[in-house]
């Protein structure tokens, strides 16, 4: 504690109480309570005392809730503070962190996670070293007892989540940072978890396979649980590759051919790897949808991750394009993997060929089968935002695809005129064309026929035609130019 400053020491049976009446439903205790909780926070000892409250399972969940949130939103803004905590607390408070990852309860491992990673943030590794070698120590237990002990206990695979969930919050936190000590710790650790994670996912990508997947695997959770831990995996993966391709002209010479190296490979394996989940997905659900069998919960549950997961890879080729379209589009393999995603833009107009309205929900059963084919929902056979993906991927590489380039020398990646007016076609008359709905819609409120791309949240809340429209209009516009340049 700070010497010369008088500051009251929190009493923890007092600190349960209130969290006690701060959590009833009697609008008196509430008021009352929540005046002095916020006393109590200006009290040395409180943070510790919240976060060992939180830690507590034999506590009602709703006093450990709201132990955690209080602690979330106060105390990282004075964690560094020597009149609310000590060293000791701090060294708790840590040490603490690491015995939620079994938490069943989704509120409380969520702030968890920003509390490790805010925490991380500030001592990472001066004061708190050990933290991503125990993460991986607990990781790499666990991988052993599922995959070749293959115990299956439920314990163990949460375990495994939350803490694959809680080393992708360390990296993403990391990845954030602009100064200089922080870029150092980001790429000590990209350096030392590359090799780790793509190993991790070499073992857990083979559990998605054709031979894995099948009409009855898919019923049980332990297909799920696969298919959830090489998503979370991959994206610890994905996050410092991306982090690495942003400062590939920052480093020595040395350090980018080894980071180029890696770029290559992950991307490489990536490229290869979608088509044969976009196939095996279309598999899948075209089944479901011809059987009539989607409606299992644990089948759901399954296409909503299986759909999640391969959206992902979409946005890990637009966040590299995003960064640097000319070094993307030279990549090994990546003109083919751009005309293999628009492949499936032309896939979904040719077997779902009048594009109608879908929100954003599981797709019912008495729905007709356009519908179903395509909507925006992770159920449907064509999600309207792997589209979407699709079509911004394709059309900010059209660029890169002009039959001479900017120094007038042939392209050899120059795409045919037939294959320029096919494109222009099925945009034209697939997805152009305003219907009788869509017009009223537009006549109502043209505002919302808007482009948006650029938003970060994938919040989608308009129809169908909202999101494609856009896309579709501004691609064919850089086709028919493609196409005067042909001639």
């Known amino acids: 504690?700070?010497?010369?400053?008088?500051?009251?020491?929190?009493?923890?049976?007092?600190?349960?109480?209130?969290?006690?009446?701060?959590?009833s439903q009697d609008?008196?205790?509430?008021?009352?309570?929540?005046?002095?909780?916020?006393?109590?926070?200006?009290?040395?000892g409180t943070y510790d005392a919240l976060h060992d409250i939180a830690g507590?399972?034999?506590?009602?969940?709703?006093?450990?809730?709201?132990?955690?949130i209080q602690f979330k939103n106060a105390a990282l803004a004075h964690w560094k503070s020597r009149k609310l905590l000590n060293d000791e607390h701090r060294a708790r408070i840590r040490n603490r962190s690491l015995t939620f990852l079994d938490e069943e309860d989704e509120t409380i491992t969520q702030c968890n996670e920003i509390i490790v990673a805010k925490i991380a943030r500030q001592d990472f590794?001066?004061?708190w070293g050990n933290l991503v070698n125990d993460l991986l120590g607990i990781i790499e237990v666990q991988l052993q007892k599922r995959y070749v002990s293959m115990n299956q206990d439920s314990r163990g695979i949460l375990t495994l989540r939350r803490s694959v969930k809680l080393l992708n919050g360390i990296i993403k936190e990391f990845a954030s940072i602009k100064m200089l000590n922080g870029v150092k710790t980001m790429a000590n650790?990209?350096?030392?978890?590359?090799?780790?994670?793509?190993?991790y996912y070499s073992q857990l990508a083979p559990t998605i396979s054709t031979s894995t997947v099948t009409p009855q695997t898919i019923q049980s959770p332990q297909i799920s649980d696969d298919i959830l831990l090489s998503h979370l995996v991959y994206k610890c993966l994905i996050k410092s590759?991306?982090?690495?391709?942003?400062?590939?002209?920052?480093?020595?010479?040395?350090?980018?051919?080894i980071n180029k190296a890696r770029i290559q490979e992950i991307f490489q394996n990536s490229a290869v790897q979608v088509k044969g989940l976009i196939a095996l997905r279309t598999d899948v659900v075209m089944g479901l949808i011809q059987a009539n069998s989607n409606t299992n919960p644990q089948v759901q549950r399954f296409i909503d991750i299986f759909t999640r997961h391969i959206r992902?890879?979409?946005?890990?080729?637009?966040?590299?394009q995003q960064l640097s379209p000319t070094r993307f589009i030279v990549l090994p393999t990546c003109s083919d993997l751009i005309l293999y995603y628009w492949s499936q833009v032309v896939r979904a107009t040719t077997e779902a060929p009048n594009l109608v309205s879908g929100k954003p929900a599981?797709?019912?059963?008495n729905q007709g089968q356009t519908e179903r084919y395509l909507v925006d929902s992770n159920q449907a056979l064509f999600p309207v935002r792997h589209l979407v993906q699709a079509m911004v991927l394709f059309k900010e590489s059209l660029a890169q695809w002009t039959p001479n380039r900017r120094d007038g020398t042939p392209n050899e990646n120059a795409l045919s005129e037939q294959f320029v007016r096919n494109a222009v076609e099925l945009l034209v008359t697939r997805f152009m064309p305003l219907n009788p709905t869509d017009l009223e819609v537009w006549v109502a409120d043209p505002e919302e026929w808007v482009n948006i791309e650029d938003k970060e949240n994938d919040l989608w809340e308009y129809e169908i035609r909202v999101g494609l429209l856009p896309e579709a209009g501004s691609i064919s516009s850089k086709l028919e130019n493609l196409c005067s340049a042909l001639q």
């Open 125 to 127: 590794p001066s004061n």
């Open 362 to 365: 599981d797709v019912p059963q």
């Open 189 to 199: 650790l990209v350096n030392s978890l590359y090799p780790i994670l793509y190993r």
């Open 241 to 257: 590759t991306v982090w690495l391709w942003n400062r590939i002209d920052k480093v020595s010479k040395e350090e980018q051919e």
């Open 27 to 44: 609008p008196s205790q509430l008021k009352a309570s929540h005046e002095r909780l916020k006393q109590m926070l200006d009290m040395f």
């Open 1 to 23: 504690m700070a010497m010369g400053v008088n500051v009251e020491h929190v009493s923890p049976t007092e600190l349960f109480e209130v969290l006690n009446a701060a959590s």
């Open 56 to 68: 507590q399972r034999t506590v009602p969940l709703a006093i450990r809730q709201q132990a955690i």
């Open 312 to 320: 992902v890879f979409g946005k890990f080729f637009r966040r590299l």
